[in-house]
């Protein structure tokens, strides 16, 4: 299990693996510290290597928070929006029919009922991420319900503001976030894997560890690729 090192107002997350080499690492968009450390490190050892890393972990952390966010979108034409890791130009048209959102090769063509106003368009919009989401997620599940041996008898797409899925281990049920859809595809991949094996072992310990490299073993390179800023590491043999 993780366990929680304070050194001052920093707090470090240290995790227990069979490796060989220590790794820190800073991720977005919080500036979250973890160390990864041998079995066989000691708990000092440890100490010693974060207390010489603080001034480096704080140094990330400042970076992090200067870092510049997505702007809030305006829904407006040629307006830059994502669909699994592309970008795309927003071309909004107005239709007598039904409003809706069309994938082009370079454009989202997002349809609106005549005399629409802007403040329709994000809701059309989000209801066409939800369904994208659903759509590959359901096809995900049911690829891997064979190989990880279980069964997801419920699946809900919604806007979440903390987390990008969660799960319901009782229900075997999982949650995903709408803004998966905007990610590359092997982004939403392993929020689904990831949630699926909760349904095996609901903590994040060693056992739903060594499964996830098992079943995903790139999965930390693409937990950093979904949070969009890349981690800063470090990595120090012992």
């Not at 050194?7 to 995790?15: A, I």
């Not at 970076?63 to 040629?78: A, C, G, T, V, Y």
């Not at 909004?92 to 809706?100: C, H, L, N, P, Q």
């Not at 894997?193 to 739903?208: A, C, D, K, Q, Y």
Request: hydrophobic share 40%; proline share 6%.
């Amino acid at each position: 299990m993780p366990t929680l090192l304070r050194l001052g107002e920093t707090k470090v997350e240290v995790v227990r693996r069979a490796i060989k080499n220590v790794h820190l690492s800073v991720y977005p968009p919080t500036g979250r510290v973890r160390i990864s450390a041998p079995t066989h490190l000691s708990d000092d050892a440890v100490r010693l290597f974060a207390i010489a890393k603080l001034g480096w972990i704080r140094r990330q952390q400042s970076k992090l928070r200067e870092q510049e966010r997505e702007s809030p979108r305006e829904f407006l034409d040629r307006e830059s929006h994502y669909l699994w890791g592309r970008r795309y130009l927003l071309k909004i048209v107005e239709t007598e029919g039904a409003s809706g959102v069309e994938p082009r090769p370079r454009a989202l063509v997002l349809r609106l009922r005549s005399g629409a106003s802007r403040d329709d368009a994000q809701p059309v919009l989000a209801k066409w991420y939800r369904a994208e989401v659903r759509r590959e997620a359901e096809s995900m599940i049911a690829r891997w319900e064979p190989t990880l041996a279980v069964k997801v008898r419920g699946l809900f797409v919604q806007q979440m503001k903390t987390r990008w899925g969660s799960c319901n281990a009782g229900a075997h049920t999982i949650r995903l976030n709408t803004e998966l859809a905007k990610k590359p595809p092997e982004c939403l991949e392993y929020i689904v894997v990831h949630e699926m094996l909760h349904l095996i072992e609901p903590t994040h310990g060693r056992r739903f560890v060594a499964m996830l490299d098992r079943v995903l073993p790139q999965w930390e390179r693409t937990r950093d690729l979904l949070n969009r800023l890349p981690a800063r590491h470090e990595n120090w043999r012992y």
